[in-house]
């Protein structure tokens, strides 16, 4: 079978969202592997969050390759984040306007190859730097034989390192003793596989592969552009979705979907995305017959901005002066004001951070409605909420870093003020979801 020769900088930027939603449909399994250095259990979550990290910085302009590689340096988390960013420096350094063929590729790893070995002080032999090293030099070796491809390339420096993957445990005691592979080096051959993938990829892929049927990711991104035309389309793809609005021209959106590649897409071309997360939402039953499901879900709110966010998520929103008509399989959010219910499943959620919370794990396909219900009153009950002492930025970051103390990934600001989403998740490393709702005092949850 013939392969293209190269790969244009829209193939780059295929390959690298393709890989997004590999690292992401994998993660939990990378993580597993975790147990070198720190059997933390995070390795698959950093190498998912800095390849987001990379693909988000695409929408900024400029050379795909360059783009690639600083978002993945800005965002790396762990050593394996560092040796992704790395990998994807060595192809910028290498590639002439983005253009990928099999000299290059090989020149790249080679490339990726001096960069860790720089960056890192005392290399370990059984980790992803094995891995990447036996890639190089089967990449270097294929590129020198005649009649060498891209492909063919690509293809032995896969074999290279599935093969050292499997070697790391003889190498390092600690892999041995759990028996496992080195969790870095695995995501690393997934962002190889990724790459071929794309080579060989059919007409018209998007980049993402869907995941199994029975599989969500939720996707989670912030959104400058048209929102109207975003929700409109990409609707159809998914539940779960809320779009929240911090501006008229701005939005945090939230959808759960078994089409990310298409939302994803979508969404790069109808306006700007930052802050892109991915996350492998566990499988639930299917309904035993074709029936519409019509639970709903209800909460008592004021008229205003909460009340409009709380609708934005799908909750039907009534005045804490009425009675709330829910029925025994419908849901009501327990928002902390009060209002008469005579029946339904209660989630209860004292912060508007908890109340979102429960909401982004809504399953409105899912019959089992206890455990829909166990899952939102977990998520609501896992949000960490505190209050600024001041309604200033610098106490809104202080009050973040003092929640964040205790562990947490994902921050929620609700604040009349005009924050900067981008510039707090810098300054906390960590994943921000900032929105503006006038004349509240500012609430800060993290989960």
């Known amino acids: 079978m013939s392969y293209p ?4 900088s829209h193939g780059m930027r295929n390959w690298a969202t393709r890989a997004v939603g590999e690292l992401a449909h994998r993660r939990d399994e990378i993580n597993a592997l975790n147990v070198f250095p720190v059997p933390d259990s995070d390795t698959g979550s950093n190498m998912a969050h800095t390849m987001e990290a990379a693909v988000a910085e695409l929408d900024n302009g400029g050379d795909v390759a360059d783009s690639l590689a600083l978002g993945a340096v800005r965002g790396a988390r762990g050593n394996s984040g560092m040796v992704l960013s790395q990998v994807l420096r060595g192809v910028a350094e290498s590639t002439v306007d983005s253009v990928i063929d099999g000299d290059v590729f ?3 790893l ?11 002080a ?3 032999e059984g ?3 094995t891995v990447l090293k036996a890639a190089a030099e089967s990449a270097e070796d294929a590129a020198a034989q005649s009649g060498a491809t891209l492909h063919s390339i690509v293809s032995a420096a896969i074999t290279a390192a599935e093969t050292a993957l499997e070697r790391t445990p003889s190498q390092l005691p600690a892999l ?3 028996g496992v592979v080195d969790a870095g080096g695995a995501g690393l051959v997934i962002l190889l596989e990724s790459l071929l993938a794309e080579v060989e990829g059919s007409t018209g892929n998007t980049g993402i592969p869907e995941p199994e049927p029975e599989t969500e990711l939720e996707v989670v991104f912030y959104f400058e552009g048209d929102i109207d035309t975003l929700q409109t389309a990409i609707a159809p793809m998914g539940d779960s979705l809320i779009v929240a609005r911090a501006t008229e021209g701005s939005a945090n959106v939230h959808i759960h979907s078994r089409q990310a590649g298409q939302v994803i897409e979508t969404a790069f071309g109808t306006g700007k995305v930052s802050n892109l997360h991915l996350e492998v939402l566990p499988p639930h039953a299917e309904p035993a017959s074709e029936d519409p499901i019509s639970r709903r879900v209800f909460a008592a709110a004021p008229a205003g901005p909460i009340s409009d966010l709380l609708a934005s998520a799908g909750v039907s929103v009534v005045s804490p002066d009425d009675p709330i008509a829910a029925e025994d399989e419908d849901i009501v959010l327990a928002t902390g004001v009060s209002s008469q219910t005579a029946a339904g499943r209660v989630v209860p959620a004292q912060s508007l951070a908890a109340a979102l919370a429960a909401i982004s794990v809504y399953e409105p396909d899912n019959p089992d409605t206890g455990a829909v219900v166990a899952a939102m009153r977990d998520a609501a009950k896992s949000m960490r909420v505190a209050y600024p002492s001041q309604e200033t930025p610098q106490s809104i970051i202080a009050t973040c870093r003092d929640l964040l103390a205790e562990g947490g990934e994902q921050v929620t600001v609700l604040s009349a003020l005009d924050l900067d989403q981008e510039d707090l998740a810098q300054q906390l490393r960590v994943d921000v979801m900032a929105l503006k709702v006038p004349d509240i005092a500012t609430e800060i949850g993290v989960e």
């Not at 020769?5 to 244009?8: A, K, R, V």
């Not at 080679?110 to 890192?120: G, M, S, T, Y």
Request: negative net charge.
């Open 110 to 120: 080679q490339q990726a190859v001096e960069l860790v070995d720089r960056a890192i």
């Open 127 to 129: 980790t992803v730097i």
């Open 106 to 108: 090989a020149r790249s």
């Open 122 to 124: 005392e290399p370990v």
């Open 5 to 8: 020769s190269t790969l244009d």
């Open 176 to 178: 041995r003793e759990a």
